[in-house]
């Protein structure tokens, strides 16, 4: 037998889902020797040879990479650890089966691999008849298996084995009274290490006390399998937080300790980085650390972590957040680091479009293969403090409930490799239908070498998603190696995204047919040819879903009923808060706004729990913040922050322009860690409760007794719409500069917070002035403001729940927070297939929208000449059929998405559709009838031709009545239009999502639309937002058909 083998600390790929890629797994094994980790174990549960199909051997090919993959880790001084799992369906009496996991391992031998390890986790612990029969218990049947594959492996020197309890949680009734680990630790040979993951499968904190009790248990000290940042049980989660939870000093009580992390290698910079701080740190803090090791530490280089003193992870992300700038910024300046040819076209309004297909066929242009990596000392990994030999290592992400919505699937998220790019794969369905890169994207991500989706800046100035104003100052750009290039943008193909990624987006079309009444318009033909060139999409489909994902639970930060208006830092007071005296000094009840930093603060993350208050700061004074209604930032408002991203002029004369440290520090505290939120994340969350809880301070009739508390409500609003300014627009930034690989990693979650706070922050705006805070005089509506008043008190979960309890993370709990947040269909939907950096904005409605809005219409038609002259003639003919009744008669429930080209979506509703119609038939039309005579649309067929006469058509004939029946069920009615131009469809789903909340807030409980039966984009669109078709006879028109959907 070797002898004592070194501690053991670097990753584990134990994760559900798409596997890493080779080159994916070359470029970590250059981030362990550069951070001073020495391991890395092979575990992918769905790699079909490891767990699935653990009985067949590796083909020719296979086996030759998987040997390149040996001596990539060798070549590093990593330790490369094979697992097998074969606890599924293994039966642990069959002498067939013993030998065939003994051949399978003595093949990866011959590969030059000499560390081992048995996983019997996430399996049924009933044993079959055959097993039962010769075995007394599942753990000696285990062991009998475990010591003689070690044997017959020559005793290898690290040789691992993961119990079917691997924590605390899953041992009945505990680990020190577990029959099972008894059984284990009298059984298994001492040789032999034991995998823990700690008191829970994501264990929030280890303890020596807790170590202390398994190592007696197990007779050995175990190796832990750190699942802290897992993300494969919640698809909408990544976790770019450092390394914390862990007691210092807990070395000498482990044999390892090995990070199972996030399934995209992209966002493991972080937490691989600050682990290794932490083991620097601790190799550091040993009492007697052995020679080996303390040279390793030494050879580390000046800023890889504290080497003596214990380990502080708020210093350890300091220098992690700095490293990554650069890598980040690196990266994307290399060859081939942003994706070539995704530049976005100006149409009118300086508006802008993706290229799409070349001949009908998405093109996907392989990355550069790059094979460096940053810089750093070329130290191998530290050796232990003295320790007990065995091995130890990992322990895997339990494998999520049924229902849960979980990422088991081929990595929902993450960034995919081709089947050449790693061995065989599983095919599991996805949570969250996105894949991303092309076969060989792994090359490029050898070095984490990204490419940026870019997108070239129109002349127009970008409007930020807070009307207009973009957000605060920049900051200074990093000063390392990370230049722009200096380089003129290529030209823009002509050509709009492909007909795929424009399905779902409800197009403003003319009108529905003759003698139909209030519809959406018909869609609208492509103007733009196709390209010839397309950018590389971020997943091989055309951005459908294979199936919805997983429905949110009622998350961790929905409060049932008003919650109470957070206290001065100290936490939530169970009382209404206090108003202010003045206007200008900070309630106790209320989180103060963001000054500079917009939650840039490095100090320590607030958890996820309701108790975390924000730090008292001056609200605006009474005239700054005025008595009357919210209005979105003027962009000298929105540009008060020195870490927000860059301003509009500073981007268009850099588009491209690198990331900066407060951009990338904005993005980890959106995405911290499973129990904690990042500063910025919790003051999203504390302005929006607050807001929410408070809202009747501002509502119809105000319920306040003085102006003080709409005051103080405004300026929290303010300070909430900054910080939603501040998201967005970096969102936006890293489109333009992030690398390929990074992009697409993270993309799909940025997105989604994008999204969420595009309609949060609309309708924050809405809330003031327009929440009715009593019910209608005919009690028709019941408790209006029933959607906080019903979710009384914050859901409290037990202190030892797995945190996929808190489904979502961030986007769960401000989804949580909307009156329309229990809908979960309303939330899922697939990223676009090519991310773009337009910058838009949600708002109410304005008075000087009108113009705009009609004009939009009008260039929405395309129509012949003839048809044209008519149309300038009268410009407002169809805007005046698509949206006057809208503006006329119900403008408090109209939105409006707006870029740079202006307006360019509209989300109109009538709370009461019964009195809308009534009032429209029986005043509106009549008063505009004349307007438009009977015959202007006369004339010999042509393009436009039938939507002038469906307009037409509107304003003389009557109208058909809408049934009883419907409107009962469903008495408010929606309308949605977008120009052609906009091409996310994030942007299009928040407006709905913004309409739905602003009709629910205010009582309705279901809403109902009017689609032409031919009008395939309408449809698709009002599908895929949980609208069905009406099974009721409606109009004369066999294509005229009413859509419905309960809130």
Not at 271 to 286: A, K, M, N, R, V
Not at 409 to 437: H, I, K, M, Y
Not at 965 to 983: D, K, T
Request: hydrophobic share 35%; glycine share 10%.
């Amino acid at each position: 037998m070797a002898g004592r083998p070194r501690f053991l600390c670097g990753v584990v790929e134990g994760f559900y889902g798409r596997p890493w890629s080779m080159e994916q797994r070359k470029l970590l094994f250059q981030w362990l020797k550069r951070w001073g980790l020495n391991c890395y174990m092979y575990a992918p549960k769905d790699e079909l040879k490891h767990r699935l199909l653990w009985r067949e051997p590796y083909t020719e090919h296979e086996a030759a990479r998987m040997r390149s993959l040996i001596e990539a880790a060798q070549d590093q001084g990593v330790e490369f650890v094979f697992a097998i799992s074969a606890g599924q369906d293994m039966v642990f009496s069959s002498a067939g089966d013993r030998l065939l996991l003994q051949q399978k391992l003595r093949q990866v031998a011959a590969m030059g691999c000499h560390s081992f390890a048995l996983l019997f986790d996430d399996i049924d612990p009933c044993m079959c008849q055959a097993d039962r029969d010769v075995f007394p218990s599942l753990a000696q049947a285990q062991a009998s298996v475990a010591n003689e594959v070690y044997r017959e492996l020559g005793q290898p020197s690290v040789f691992l084995f993961c119990p079917t309890e691997y924590c605390s949680s899953l041992c009945s009734p505990s680990p020190s009274q577990s029959c099972y680990l008894l059984t284990l630790g009298q059984e298994l040979l001492p040789e032999i290490g034991v995998i823990w993951t700690g008191p829970k499968v994501v264990s929030q904190e280890l303890s020596a006390a807790l170590l202390e009790e398994v190592e007696g248990v197990l007779q050995r000290r175990p190796v832990i399998w750190d699942n802290l940042y897992a993300n494969d049980y919640d698809c909408r989660r990544v976790f770019l937080g450092p390394y914390t939870g862990r007691a210092p000093g807990l070395m000498p009580r482990l044999r390892g300790l090995l990070l199972n992390p996030n399934c995209e290698l992209q966002a493991n910079f972080i937490p691989i980085h600050t682990l290794g701080s932490w083991f620097q740190s601790e190799l550091g803090s040993c009492a007697h650390p052995d020679r080996a090791g303390m040279e390793t530490a030494a050879a580390l280089g000046d800023s890889q972590g504290p080497r003596q003193g214990s380990y502080s992870p708020q210093e350890a992300l300091e220098r992690a957040l700095h490293d990554w700038v650069a890598e980040i910024n690196r990266q994307a300046l290399e060859p081939g680091g942003r994706t070539p040819g995704h530049p976005s076209i100006s149409l009118k309004g300086g508006t802008r479009l993706q290229p799409g297909t070349a001949g009908g066929q998405e093109l996907m242009p392989d990355p550069q293969p790059h094979d460096s990596v940053p810089s750093g000392a070329d130290q191998r990994g530290p050796e232990p403090c003295g320790m007990a030999p065995g091995e130890g290592r990992r322990k895997v992400t339990s494998e999520p409930e049924k229902g849960s919505g979980s990422r088991t699937a081929a990595g929902g998220r993450q960034s995919p490799t081709g089947d050449g790019d790693q061995l065989t794969v599983g095919s599991r369905v996805s949570c969250e239908p996105f894949s991303a890169l092309p076969s060989t994207a792994g090359s490029a991500q050898a070095t984490g070498t990204p490419a940026a989706t870019e997108t070239f800046h129109s002349p127009g100035p970008p409007v930020c998603c807070s009307n207009g104003p973009n957000t605060s100052q920049n900051l200074p750009l990093p000063t390392s190696d990370a230049r722009m290039e200096d380089g003129s943008p290529s030209q823009p193909p002509s050509s709009t995204q492909p007909e795929a990624s424009r399905a779902d987006m409800p197009q403003t079309p003319a009108g529905l047919g003759a003698g139909t009444s209030l519809g959406p318009p018909a869609p609208l033909g492509d103007r733009v040819g196709a390209s010839p060139g397309a950018p590389a999409p971020l997943s091989d489909g055309a951005g459908a879903s294979p199936g919805p994902s997983a429905p949110l639970g009622d998350g961790v930060g929905a409060i049932p009923g008003a919650p109470a208006p957070l206290s001065d830092g100290a936490g939530t007071s169970p009382g209404p808060p206090a108003p202010l005296s003045d206007g200008v000094d900070a309630s106790p009840g209320a989180p103060a706004p963001l000054g500079d930093g917009a939650g840039t603060s490095p100090g320590p993350p607030a958890p996820l729990t309701e108790e975390a208050g924000s730090s008292p700061m001056a609200l605006l004074t009474l005239e700054e913040a005025g008595s009357g209604p919210m209005v979105p930032l003027a962009p000298k408002e929105a540009r008060t922050s020195p870490t927000a991203p860059l301003t509009p002029e500073e981007a268009r004369a850099s588009p491209m322009a690198p990331l900066t440290l407060g951009e990338v520090r904005m993005l980890v505290e959106l995405f911290y860690l499973p129990y904690h939120h990042g500063p910025l994340a919790q003051h999203l969350l504390e302005h929006f409760r607050w807001l929410r809880a408070n809202s009747l301070s501002v509502g119809v009739p105000a319920t306040a007794p003085d102006a003080c508390e709409g005051t103080q409500w405004r300026s929290q609003a303010q300070a909430f719409q900054l910080l939603c300014a501040q998201v967005c627009r970096l969102y936006s930034r890293f489109v333009s500069s992030a690398g390929r690989a990074l992009l697409y990693d993270l993309h799909p979650y940025l997105w989604d917070i994008r999204n969420m706070l595009l309609a949060a922050s609309a309708f924050i705006l809405w809330l003031d002035g327009h929440l009715l805070c009593h019910p209608d005089p005919k009690d028709t509506w019941g408790s209006c403001f029933g959607w906080c008043q019903s979710i009384t008190a914050p859901i409290l979960l037990e202190g030892d729940a797995e945190p996929w309890a808190r489904r979502g993370g961030l986007f769960g709990e401000l989804q949580a927070l909307l009156p329309v947040g229990n809908s979960c269909d309303l939330f899922y939907h697939p990223p676009p297939l090519f991310p773009s950096s337009q910058l838009y904005l949600l708002r109410p409605l304005l008075p000087l929208d009108k113009g705009e809005l009609y004009r939009m219409c009008q260039e929405s038609l395309d129509c012949d000449p003839k048809v044209a002259e008519i149309l300038a003639a009268h410009p407002d003919l169809l805007g005046d059929r698509l949206l006057g009744s809208f503006l006329s008669l119900s403008p408090e429930y109209t939105f409006v998405l707006e870029d740079e080209g202006g307006p360019c979506g509209y989300a109109a509703g009538a709370l009461c559709a019964e009195g809308f119609l009534q009032q429209r038939d029986s005043s509106w039309l009549p008063a505009i009838r004349p307007k438009y005579p009977r015959d202007l649309g006369a004339g010999a067929p042509a393009l436009g031709q039938d939507d002038l006469e469906e307009a037409l058509l509107f304003f003389h004939a009557d109208p058909p009545a809408v049934p009883l029946p419907v409107l009962r069920r469903f008495p408010s009615l929606v309308q949605l239009g977008m120009a052609p131009r906009v091409l996310d469809v994030g942007a299009s789903r928040s407006l709905a999502i913004c309409l739905l909340s602003a009709l629910r807030a205010n009582g309705s409980r279901g809403v109902f639309c009017q689609v032409s039966a031919t009008d395939w984009q309408q449809l698709s669109f009002y599908s895929k937002l949980g609208f069905v078709a009406l099974p009721v006879a409606w109009g004369s028109s066999p294509s005229a058909q009413l859509l419905g959907r309960l809130l």
